[in-house]
């Protein structure tokens, strides 16, 4: 892909247009707050020079006016500081409450509306593969495969499964990992990023996820995303991402709690919330039709915010939008990267590198995947001569998951097997195969937890790439289309 290199000035003018009128009246504000002592001072200085020029027969001030002049700039200098800053808080914070109470926070509804869409998505790059690995082990349950039918039919029959048990999870309240054993999905992630709701400050359930959930940390752990290593790589992209996605969701807030006022008063109703500037479609609604010029207003409003935050044009909103979620795609590429063996030699039909190449933006994660990728899938290929002279059974159908997990394995290190499987290759005996065996069926033998962190890896990585599309589509739909 071509990664475009934006001037310097671009990213001043992406800040630029999260300013409001009432920032700057805040700005204003507080420099006359912070400087009311420095003008009481100064007013001061005058004054004594106005007195000494008084006692020499000069015009200057009497004892009085000296004393009442600077106390006077003083307190009026304080007064005016305050109002300045207390006031523009006091709308904003007003506007930002109106915001939410206008259902902004409700605007989890429209994601919601995209279930099947997600799921879609979710079947076709995520567990797809796990029924195929199934099939291989003659592991489905005769719900699932008829005897008889073919690869493709129980596919077919699979994937209809799949979203029955999918909608029944997501329409039936239950503990998550009630759930999880019930209906045979792990939807935890999912179900935790749909309660996200766009443009709100809701939707930090990514960042969340990747922080403090205990099995990616587990997985983070394992592959060496922890410590300060770790935090000098990610953290910087952390605290820029932070940063956008307040002042970005803040500037949307405010707009369009202001609009929602706005078309309110205009047409004599309390029916405009946040979610009709901001979910498409419900401009058409039948109601609408009642108000004359409603609808052409509300589309002008929402025309005019979407390009007020994030530019006059589709790219630089684009440009904008991954400021605010870019980081937490690229630090779950990079843990899927690390973490997931089929994700680097593309035995899942796509890989990092294919994904990176077509939504990447930053160079060095391309190139640093690039060199990573041709380490691992060396390894990969020398397990696969290790299993054909050691471990055949896991070349089998039946032990497909079984080699899942051993490459899972011989990818993250675990016990060294880098090193033995070096000195295996090497003709080394040295006890190397016993070794090999011995991590192998270590591995093997927790399978369950193995499994369950890989798929955890693989969801949490494709929410980051549902949400960049979701955002992408709606702010295109919104503000450009």
């Not at 006091?90 to 994601?111: C, F, H, K, P, W």
Request: hydrophobic letters at 40%; a positive charge.
């Amino acid at each position: 892909m071509k990664y475009r290199r934006r001037k310097p000035t671009a990213l001043i003018g992406d800040l630029g247009r999260m300013i409001a009128p009432l920032d700057i009246l805040y700005t204003i504000g507080n420099l006359v707050y912070r400087r009311s002592l420095r003008y009481t001072l100064l007013t001061s200085g005058i004054a004594v020079l106005g007195l000494v020029a008084k006692s020499l027969g000069l015009p200057g001030f009497t004892v009085q006016q000296a004393i009442v002049l600077p106390l006077l700039i003083g307190a009026l200098s304080l007064f005016v500081g305050v109002l300045l800053k207390v006031v523009p808080s006091l709308i904003a914070s007003r506007l930002l409450t109106v915001a939410q109470a206008s259902g902004l926070n409700l605007m989890e509804d429209y994601r919601k509306s995209q279930t099947d869409q997600h799921l879609v998505a979710l079947w076709r790059r995520l567990f797809q593969y796990e029924c195929r690995l199934r099939m291989a082990s003659h592991q489905l349950s005769p719900a699932i495969r008829v005897n008889g039918q073919t690869e493709n039919e129980a596919l077919a029959h699979a994937k209809e499964s799949f979203f029955v048990r999918a909608r029944e999870a997501l329409t039936s309240p239950m503990p998550q990992i009630q759930q999880m054993f019930r209906v045979g999905l792990d939807l935890r992630f999912f179900e935790d990023w749909r309660d996200g709701a766009y443009f709100d400050r809701s939707d930090s359930k990514l960042i969340e996820q990747f922080d403090g959930n205990s099995t990616l940390l587990a997985a983070r752990a394992e592959v060496g995303l922890t410590g300060v290593g770790a935090a000098m790589l990610m953290n910087p992209r952390r605290t820029a991402q932070r940063f956008w996605f307040a002042v970005v969701t803040r500037m949307v807030a405010i707009l369009t709690a202001t609009d929602v006022q706005k078309l309110n008063r205009a047409h004599h109703t309390d029916l405009f919330n946040a979610q009709m500037l901001l979910w498409p479609g419900t401009e058409d609604g039948e109601w609408l039709g009642s108000m004359p010029g409603a609808r052409e207003e509300l589309l002008r409003y929402r025309r005019r915010n979407m390009r007020r935050v994030f530019g006059s044009d589709l790219d630089t909103a684009r440009c904008v939008l991954d400021h605010m979620l870019y980081g937490s795609f690229a630090m779950a590429t990079e843990l899927r990267m690390r973490f997931d063996p089929d994700y680097c030699d593309g035995m899942l039909g796509y890989d990092v590198i294919e994904d990176l190449r077509a939504e990447g933006r930053n160079r060095r994660d391309f190139q640093r995947a690039q060199g990573f990728v041709r380490q691992a899938s060396g390894r990969l290929e020398t397990l696969d001569r290790f299993c054909k002279e050691s471990r055949p059974e896991l070349l089998s159908a039946s032990g497909s998951e079984d080699l899942r997990i051993a490459r899972l394995a011989v990818h993250v290190n675990r016990g060294g097997l880098h090193g033995l499987l070096d000195q295996w290759q090497g003709q080394d005996s040295g006890g190397a195969t016993e070794s090999i065996n011995r991590e192998l069926n270590d591995a093997i033998a927790s399978k369950d937890i193995c499994t369950r962190r890989l798929l955890a890896v693989r969801m949490h990585h494709e929410l980051t790439r549902l949400s960049r599309q979701g955002y992408d589509h709606l702010v295109a739909v919104l503000g450009y289309n």
